[in-house]
Each structure stands twice: as C-alpha cells, then as structure tokens.
C-alpha cells in the first residue's frame, strides 16, 4: 500500500481510540462517584497519540531506510566488467535501474539490467508490504495499550502533555540537525574542490572561469579552469549595497511615518500596500527588473552621456532594494511602536518637538531591532538569485561600478548545478565551496549584528 494510504488507516484507527477512549472515560464518570483526574478529552487524546506516533515514526523508518536498503543490495549485482569501465558511475547506473523498476525502459537493456530491474521492484513490493504490516500493526497495539491505561484515577492530561513536551523538542532537534546536515554536506564537499583547487586561488583570484573535463586545469592539466570567487563576492557585494541604498533609507522613514505622523486611517491603507511588495514572486521582479529598469537606466544613463550596461547592476540592486522595503518597514515599525510610550511623554514634557523626540529618544530606543530588520534586509539581499539572473546577468566581472555587468554567488550556484552535472568535476564542486563562503559570511554578519544589538540594547519597565 502506499504511503497516504497507510498514513489514513493510521489515522482512522487513531480517530477510533480517541472516541473510544473518550467514551469510555464519561462512562467512569458517570457510573463512579469520584471524579476524573483530568478532563474526559484528555483520556481520549491519549490512547490516539499512542496509536499515531509509533506507526507514523514507523512508516517514516521505512521511507528512510528502504531506498538505502535496495540500493546496497542491487549494487552487488552490477556484473564486475561493466564496473570496470573507467566511464562507469554507480549512482547513475542505480538511476537507471530505478526507472527499469518503475517500468520506464528506454532502449535495449542488457539482460542483467532487467534482471536487476525486476529485483528492485520486488524488494520494493516486499518493503512495502512489510511497512504496512508494522505500521497498522503498531497503530492497532497502541491504541490497545493506550485504552487498558484509561482509569478515573490515570493521569491522562498529564501523559498527554508530556507526549506533546517530547514532540516539540523532537522537532527543534530535527531543525538543529538538518542544519548540521547542511553544513556538513557543505563542507565535505567543499573540501573535495579544495583538493583539486588551491584555498588561495579560490579566495584572492581575480578571475572566475569555471570549465568542465576537456578544459578544467583541475582535472585534466588544461589550463582555461579558473576559480577566483573574488569578483562573485565583489558583485554580491555591489548589488547588495545598491539594494540596501534603497530599502533601508526607504523602508526606516516609512516605519517612522507610519509609526509616529500617519493617522489611524492612513496607517490602515499604506502598511498593508507596503506589506504586499514581499508577497510579489521574485520571478515578476526580475522580469520588471529586466523588462523595464534596466532599459529605462540604460537610455537614461546614454541621455546624460554615461555608459550603462544593458544588465547593471544598479538596475538589479534598485529592483531588489524595492523588493527587501517591507523587510525593513514592517519590523522597524513594530519596533518603533514598541517603545514605551511614557518616554514620548516625557520628552514632550521636557519642551521636545516630535522630530527632536522621533531622533533624540524612539530612535536610540528602538535601535536593536532596527537594527535586525536591517540585518534580515542584508540576509535577504545576499540570497537573492532570480532577480541578478535575470536583471544583472552572469558575466564575472570584476567591478564596483554600478553601471557595469556583474553576477553574484547565489547566480553562479544556480548557473552550476543546473542540469544533470559531474559531480567529480571541480566545477560542480566550486558551487559548494561558494555556498560555503557565503555561509561564513552571513555567520559574521550576524555576529556582528548580535554585537550591536548587545551594545546598544536598551531595556524599559
């Protein structure tokens, strides 16, 4: 059976225990004189969460662990001379079993292939069926057990909670955990290109020409592959810096006049137009960015005598810095609104002008959490990808003029990895190292940030 097939018997035998158990706790309530220890919901709650969960981690095993499973046991049986090919590739020949197994054959397979074919699906069938077994089989013991617990004394609320406790905290460690993943897998393969790339080359060359086998100095002694990720980070830099140009000036006066100036009806009618600029996909501001900005500071800038790339990077970074405005507005204003407003009044009592009290007190006030809206702004900024792929292009220059081309390292990871690619090559791998760096980066600007926000934090009754 499938998997939502599975996930619904579960839940069906789950609904089953909580009416049953929920029926059964108004039973002892009504026939016995003392009252239950927790509320009826409560006894019907538990035998559900001890029917669900175990069958649901179950099921979940067997996703995980099945693939790994068949992929180990049909890899012994690739014949040993088509490993023996310098060409071959296990990852890509399990691929093609795969699709044999899913029953997509193209071409003429050779015998052991759809020999190899027809064991995954049936090791897949078989995993399936034992799945199934288990999960329904644990989902029908638990509710058992969960219905022999329910007493007028049993601590059902209680149990419950903790069951809750435990799953909470299950899933702030899987967060934790996927993000050690990340950077893990991250620096593995980063330390892949390393071996094939000097650190030095990759961090202070000025030249970023990426090839792959035939022309990669890395791989095969050519000598066209270069990885200086300098001008990368030079570009990312450059949009970033127009983009913040525009949203952070923008979107603080913004939070400022809807904060302290802007009537309640003002208010109601601009904050939720502002607020709908980060509802707009990326993809429409790129296509506006391409389309429309950058040709129109292209004809302005030959207007006045300047020569302005058709994808410069101030079109990009002006876009962007619209797209990031309720980045900054949106938190800057609940900032702002937050401070308490027996400081306003004593300004106003000391003879300050709402200006001298907006500069003088809310600000330095409120400066941590704009602050962190910045930061998130800046964040927001340096992973944009869409936008500089279609606005700024992908020519690495390097550049700080922001009327030339320049590309950034979240375009040039895309530009990498798309499509079917080599993942022994020091092309592939350089994408890895890129989103490594970046990593690193954003790591000190928020360190940075949280030192600012510790330094200048201010705290009110």
Known sequence: MSFIVNIGIIIAISAYAYVHGLS???????????????????????????????????LVAFMIGDEMYIRSHIAGLVPAAVQAD?????TIQLAQLRNIADGLVFGEPAPWMMIAGAKWAALSSQIDIL????????????????????????????????????FLASSSLIAIITTIGIVVSVVFESLRFFQLVPVTEFLFN????????????????????????????????????VALSVAVPVGLFSAIFLSEYATPRQRAVIKPVME??????????????????????????????????SESALAAGFVMGIMI???????????INAVPQSLRDAA????????????????????????????????????ETMIVVMAAGLAANLSFNPFDAVTTVTSQIVTILVGDQEFESAKTLSAFALALTLIIITLALNMIALAVVKRYKEQYD
């Open 24 to 58: 059964r706790a108004v039973s002892l309530r009504n026939k016995q004189a003392q009252s239950l220890h927790s509320l009826p919901h409560y006894y019907g709650l538990f035998p559900a969460l001890t029917a669900f969960i175990p069958a649901a981690l179950c």
């Open 86 to 90: 310098p060409e071959f590739s296990m």
């Open 131 to 166: 799945a199934s077994i288990f999960a329904i089989g644990l989902a029908i013991c638990g509710a058992v057990f969960g219905q022999t617990r329910i007493q007028a004394q049993f601590r059902a609320r209680n149990q419950v909670e903790r069951i809750i406790i435990f």
């Open 206 to 241: 000025t030249t970023w020409n990426p090839q792959f086998e035939g022309a990669e100095r890395a791989g095969s002694g050519g000598a066209n592959a270069v990885y200086g990720s300098v001008p990368l980070f030079a570009g990312t830099l450059l949009i970033s810096v």
């Open 276 to 309: 709908l600029l980060a509802g707009v996909p990326t993809v429409v501001y790129g296509f506006f960015a391409a389309l429309t900005v950058a040709p129109f500071v292209r004809d302005l800038g030959a207007s006045i005598g300047l020569d302005v790339a």
């Open 325 to 335: 405005i309720p980045f900054v507005s949106s938190l800057s204003d609940d900032v």
């Open 348 to 383: 106003y009592g000391l003879g300050s002008t709402k200006s001298e009290t907006v500069r003088q007190v809310v600000l330095p006030a409120a400066l941590s959490g704009i602050a962190a809206s910045i930061l998130l702004a800046v964040s927001r900024a340096v992973g």
